[in-house]
């Protein structure tokens, strides 16, 4: 007995220390990848990662090629082939990340590092042992190179184990995500016979507050709202005119809080007309989602929230208020009366709504309130003839989408999941957006999204971080799935 023990032990150390190099590479590729900054506007370093993705599965046996339009980040398309296979399934992922404040980083955005728990930067490869608590902080390192390196690790994986996908895989990297996605229509529009696979899984965005891995079926969609209002032509003394000059910002505050109340709830009318309730399956699926309220309410050091549970509240339609500009506070505060008032707001959309069924009632329920709509700047005149004037400018904005979770694919993909030691929290939709429509049409193709990096990543912020965790468990469920699908 006491024999099987040593062998036992043995044979771990073994094969710990032989799984060691392959995460060290792992590391390492990741470091070279994360060291190229990726704003979409800097089209040479645009390019330079474009390429180094093209290397990274060129190396592993796929192929490879550039889809290009004018004036836009090219997409990097791979295709890894199986003899026989009657589909193809693409997952996508982009490479271009978030603008970056250095001053407000520990350490350079473009300069990967590794740190412990505690924060201290840890030399990792020299350690005796890699700790899956270890977090490696870059821009772009959760949002969302995570995914590109993770597919890229898997397939190695999968040729190291001898295995073969059943189905054709196709990876697709887009370049101007964080940009807003200006030219994926146009993309999908001129490359119809690469971009319309049979069914699309999206590698974005984190997994669930538990910890647990997420697999999405939807994402809301999204319209945003410059709103203007305006008071007098020049700054005026707020005690010699203050109760008889309309102020701006109090308008302004008044004509949001017409709009929605403390609690959420959006109060123009017949705003929630279009809403479809969620189906048996998704109301099935929100009772699943494990309750992580109290643990957030810790987290971000606020003692009650606008709704009871944070996935109801995803299903349904949201205003938020992203800002308010009049005026100065503080050192810089003056007893004036300002000329205008502005605030920019974005409108979260479910099924069946669409930005221009939402447009059409903001802007009724605002004419309701007494102002006239305008969309340029008012002039004298303008000013002169109406008592109250906003000014809108609305974004273009995009409709949401979701795919039911009873699909035949979205029932194998969660069992694959649940087979590979991933059992995944299902959840109808993402509260954030995401132009999922576009890879449904034009047949309703399936969608599903997949995320893999840490929720506490700091995406689009300071210190964004990948815990190493869950690039490992990245890493095994894209093996499962590449292996499983058929």
């Not at 190396?59 to 791979?78: F, M, N």
């Amino acid at each position: 007995m006491k024999r099987l023990t040593i062998l036992i032990l043995l044979f771990t150390t073994i094969s710990a220390r032989a799984a060691a190099p392959s995460r060290r590479a792992t590391i390492a590729e990741f470091f070279d990848f994360l060291a190229i900054p990726n704003l979409a506007s800097d089209a040479p370093n645009i390019a330079r990662n474009a390429a180094t993705i093209q290397a990274m599965f060129e190396k592993r046996g796929a192929s490879t090629r550039l889809l290009t339009l004018d004036g836009a980040p090219p997409i990097v398309v791979v295709d890894l082939s199986s003899p026989g296979a009657t589909r193809t399934i693409a997952f996508y992922a982009h490479y271009d990340g978030q603008p970056v404040d250095p001053s407000q980083w520990k350490s350079a955005p473009w300069t990967p590092i590794v740190r412990d728990a505690a924060g201290n930067d840890v030399d990792w490869r020299n350690a005796a042992s890699i700790d899956p608590e270890w977090r490696l902080y870059a821009r772009s390192a959760g949002d969302d190179k995570a995914p590109i390196i993770a597919m890229a690790a898997a397939l190695d994986a999968l040729h190291d184990s001898g295995r073969k996908p059943a189905v054709n895989l196709r990876f697709v990297f887009e370049g101007e995500e964080e940009a807003g996605s200006p030219h994926l229509a146009a993309y999908l529009a001129k490359y119809p016979d690469v971009l319309r696979p049979d069914a699309w899984i999206l590698c974005d965005g984190p997994v669930h507050q538990s910890r647990r891995m997420q697999l999405v079926f939807g994402a809301r969609g999204v319209v945003d709202l410059e709103l203007t209002v305006y008071g007098p032509v020049k700054g005026l003394h707020d005690g010699h005119y203050g109760n008889w000059v309309p102020n701006p910002i109090i308008r302004l505050t008044h004509l949001i809080d017409s709009m929605r109340d403390e609690n959420g709830r959006i109060l123009i009318p017949h705003f929630y007309d279009d809403v479809k309730p969620p189906s048996g399956a998704e109301q099935e699926a929100m009772a699943r989602i494990p309750p992580v309220e109290a643990d957030l309410k810790r987290e971000f050091g606020i003692a009650a929230t606008e709704g009871l549970k944070l996935n109801d509240l995803l299903m349904l339609p949201a205003l938020n208020v992203r800002g308010i500009q009049s005026g100065h506070v503080g050192a810089l505060a003056s007893n004036t009366i300002q000329t205008e008032a502005q605030a920019s707001l974005d409108f979260r959309l479910v099924p069946a709504e669409t930005p221009e069924s939402v447009k059409k009632l903001v802007e009724q329920h605002i004419e309701s309130q007494g102002y006239t709509i305008v969309r340029t700047t008012p002039d004298a005149a303008t000013r002169l003839a109406h008592s109250k004037i906003a000014k809108l400018t609305w974004g273009a904005g995009y409709p949401p989408a979701r795919t039911p979770l009873d699909l035949p694919l979205s029932r194998q993909i969660s069992e694959i999941m649940h087979t590979a030691g991933h059992d995944p929290v299902r959840v109808p939709t993402l509260g954030g957006s995401i132009p999922m429509y576009l890879f449904q049409q034009p047949a309703n193709t399936p969608v599903l999204i997949l995320p893999i990096a840490n929720h506490d990543d700091n995406q689009h912020a300071a210190n964004e971080n990948l815990r190493l965790q869950n690039l490992w468990d990245g890493i095994d469920v894209y093996v499962a799935l590449f292996e499983g699908l058929k």
